[in-house]
């Protein structure tokens, strides 16, 4: 869908570990390349995986300051963008990273290290409703009230530094229905507000298609309703302004044979809108 050409300038906003990146390189070994990601970790595996190419560019960057990362390299406009929203394997498996509920390790959750924000400042200092505000919006959480009733409770004995702990909680809190963890969109939420992810993701369209060339290629993979409806909506203000073409009427999801190889694709949503 991106259609990588050898003398294009082409963008992966969220550049990860390189795999996006490596395979817009491959399929075009002359054009220019920038990645953007604002999570060093990842960065110094991703500089090692594209160290065999030329032209390649790693920036330490939020995904929606890729206007002013474009311009601060020299260029213009570019052919292409490439984002893939939401948290990566990296964020989940990493020790110490405090991404996953099934681990016993301190509540962070900051895909940028150097911000002060974390999941425990927001659990143990947000208010019982504000709390119960951020579980239901970003976590579309039905039980969000009596999530935030459970954690202000528990924090009034101790504060709540472990995922493990917090997890427990919601647990007890909501019980257990079916395979979902019940904490599962609790983390959600905590992750989403802890990174501003949807202002980040709102913001990061906007810029990226007034980067875009005529004819240059938007692609915006998300992984949950949220994230889809701003990029859906975003796309369709920009069609109904005359500056995008929507490729993808529908979003692409993976087919079986992906979801084989490749299990957590499961939730994964494409969009894709050309400049016009």
Request: hydrophobic share 40%; proline share 3%; net charge positive.
């Amino acid at each position: 869908m991106l259609q990588p050409q050898h003398d294009g300038i082409y963008v992966d906003a969220t550049v990860g570990l390189g795999g996006h990146a490596e395979g817009i390189l491959q399929q075009s070994h002359e054009c220019i390349l920038i990645g953007i990601d604002r999570d060093e970790q990842a960065l110094e595996i991703a500089r090692q995986r594209l160290s065999p190419y030329q032209n390649v560019h790693i920036v330490t960057e939020h995904f929606s300051n890729m206007k002013s990362v474009v311009h601060g390299l020299g260029f213009d406009k570019v052919n292409g963008i490439i984002l893939d929203a939401g948290v990566s394997t990296l964020h989940l498996k990493a020790e110490g990273r405090g991404f996953s509920f099934l681990k016993d390790e301190l509540l962070d959750m900051r895909m940028d290290q150097r911000q002060e924000l974390t999941a425990e400042k927001v659990v143990n200092k947000y208010s019982e409703e504000d709390l119960a505000f951020v579980i239901w919006k970003y976590g579309e959480e039905r039980f969000s009230r009596k999530i935030a009733r459970a954690i202000v409770y528990a924090r009034s004995k101790k504060p709540l530094t472990s995922c493990k702990e917090l997890a427990e909680i919601i647990q007890k809190a909501v019980g257990r229905r079916g395979r979902i963890h019940p904490a599962t969109r609790t983390f959600q939420a905590l992750r989403i507000e802890v990174n501003r992810e949807l202002e980040e993701l709102s913001t990061a369209v906007e810029s990226g298609a007034e980067l875009l060339q005529k004819g240059g290629r938007f692609c915006v993979i998300s992984y949950h309703s949220l994230e889809d409806r701003i990029v859906k909506n975003a796309f369709k203000k920009l069609a109904k302004e005359g500056l995008f073409n929507i490729i993808t009427k529908k979003p692409l999801v993976p087919g079986q044979e992906e979801l084989k190889i490749n299990p957590s694709s499961r939730s994964a949503k494409l969009r894709v809108g050309e400049k016009i």
